[in-house]
């Protein structure tokens, strides 16, 4: 146990409670990763689009993009309501606050640019990315909390029943590489 991933950053020289910290700096490490970054052009098509089909308010907009992509990609709300603004601005769309909520909705000008830009919604890219792309290293942080919960909270007998699940998963996952 008095060995440390030099490579990774990752010290567990401090025995079993620097096992569970590594396990922490690495979810934390695929967590920064996980995730399809998209521009702000993209963020533009994206409530365009959205607004297209109903009118909603900013929250409804980010949860709705994140919904969409699986996930992949929940833009901020520094990105959002900017956005929101520019459009705006732009005569695209109008807003109209109820119960201390701005609903925004498109203009014909609004209309107009949706129907003549003739792209596609950005989370039809997002989604339609190779599977293992974002879904592995997310499947991977999921099993990394699973096992620290075990590790943390669970009895001697729930911990040696984890590292044996987990030592064959992790056979079976090499088992897949072998295959033809």
Known sequence: ???SFKTTGFDTSKGAEGVWQAMDQLRATFEKRVGTRM???DVRAAVLALLSESPMHGYQIIREIEERTDGNW???AGSVYPTLQLLADEGLITSEESNGRKTYTL???GIEEVAGSGESAPWASATNAEPGFTGLPKAGVELAQAAAQV?????PAQVKEAIA???DSRRRIYAIL???
């Not at 590790?151 to 009895?155: D, E, F, H």
């Open 1 to 3: 146990m008095g060995s």
């Open 107 to 109: 203009t014909n000008a």
């Open 74 to 76: 929940k833009p901020s």
């Open 165 to 167: 699940v987990l030592e």
């Open 151 to 155: 590790g943390r909270t669970g009895t």
């Open 178 to 180: 072998a295959q033809d």
């Open 39 to 41: 521009g702000r052009g």
